[in-house]
């Protein structure tokens, strides 16, 4: 972080540049820092660390120095993961020195967050070396009040500009809706797998077409190591992660399977 | 795997159901059990393990029991990861007993792997606990000749085949473009990140655009655990991968920052 200077805070999400829980996660974030946030010009959930590759980007300004504090806010015709792109390499002033995502309408717990665009956001932070968080709420609605996640994401913030988080892995939290908060834990990401996906219709045509669903089956429940189990008994969970998905421990045996 | 039945292959990619690729990993594959494609209707280079979550999904059978071998073949209208989903939860006679995905047209070396469609079919695969592999070779062409890629595909395929390949991971195979293929290296992805990325245009109507463009810095080219290091060598190489990105060593550290 450069000295004597505000922090520059870069934000952006998956639900796109007009959803409630971005504009609370800016409102928190400016008492901190300038803002700058990229966020998409779509919803954009799902979109994991999705690229756009066959067209190219536009991105329009929505507002600058507003409120006369020092936030500047473009819409982004791509991805989360575009959004953040373009931001660093084009439209920011300078790198930016806290990378936040979110707050994402709904969970990005367990071996699910593979898919979140939230997320996604926030590996291409832990690329620059910047402490990069992304957050998401257990409330799905598009009006939900994010008033709950306000004690974790200062923290958090916090943490950051002390230069006290550890910029070698980033940071999933999940806030859980509840009735009262119990604390925080440090986990791993529960694992489990999504099970009766896609429910299937007919159109007019007489053809076929079909709906992502489905639930999510953790396989361990009742391991506590996990981020479920205690997103499920109110605990905020905040789980260390890193883009590389290199399975290390296996590099050797591996090795002698295929020299053999 | 079923006893006494050719086992059921699963295939995919990313350059959709009509590269060369992945034909000619089909081609391979049906000598060892009876093949089962779903691949994406177009182009979806870039896709990491995103999903189409507003719009349904379509698919439309190309061919079965072609040429008289058992080779079904549908492509569909989403992502790697859709493809992959919905044929095993809707199109497939049961769960396949090996998941291929390729052969990429170009490089997914290093952390650039997160991006990869390719590796978004794979990771799908690795939560079904199935032997899961991604094969991707380094020329770009639309007409590659593939055959360098063959001895690695039979020896994955084959310790597929007789349950010898680890399920707890699964596998990042790159095949370099080379006069002579020296050998098979397990390795770590490569740390770097892109650099350089967007090129910037004016419209015709004065607005300006931004193409996704760039360049890969590695931050370590001389490090010999790195598959990029041995990819410019001429060797192919395998990394074992997790789809789950937790940072497990660094739990305990991050709990301690946090509750203190």
């Known amino acids: 972080m450069e000295e004597n200077k505000r922090p520059l805070i870069f934000i952006s999400n998956d639900d796109g540049y007009q959803a409630g829980g971005l504009k609370y996660l800016a409102e928190i974030a400016r008492q901190y820092g300038d803002i700058f946030i990229a966020a998409p010009s779509t919803h954009q959930s799902g979109k994991s660390s999705a690229l756009t590759v066959e067209i190219p980007l536009r991105a329009k300004l929505v507002a600058n120095d507003c409120e006369g504090g020092h936030m ?11 959004c953040i792109k373009l931001a660093v390499n084009k439209l920011m002033p300078r790198t930016p020195d806290i990378v936040l995502s979110g707050i994402n309408h709904g969970y990005n717990s367990g071996n699910s967050a593979i898919y979140s665009g939230t997320m996604g956001v926030v590996f291409e932070g832990s690329f620059l070396n910047i402490p990069s968080i992304g957050f998401s709420y257990g409330d ?18 916090e943490l950051a500009v002390a230069g006290k988080l550890p910029t070698d892995v980033c940071y999933n939290v999940n806030i859980p809706k509840c009735e009262h908060i119990n604390g925080t834990k440090v986990a ?6 999504w ?6 219709r007919i159109d007019p045509h007489g053809e076929a077409y079909y709906w992502l669903t489905g639930k999510y089956a953790p396989t361990d429940p009742d391991d506590d190591t996990q981020d479920l189990y205690w997103l499920q008994r109110g605990y905020v969970t905040i789980v260390p992660c890193r883009a590389d998905q290199t399975a290390h421990s296996a590099i050797s045996n591996i090795a002698k399977l295929i020299n053999q």
Chains 1, 2 share one sequence.
């Open 188 to 193: 791993s990401a529960a694992t489990g797998r």
């Open 140 to 157: 799905y609605t598009s009006n939900a009040d994010f008033t709950p996640c306000e004690p974790i994401i200062r923290q958090m913030i």
């Open 195 to 200: 099970v009766e996906e896609y429910e299937s």
């Open 72 to 82: 500047t806010f473009y819409h982004v015709s791509g991805t989360p993961a575009d």
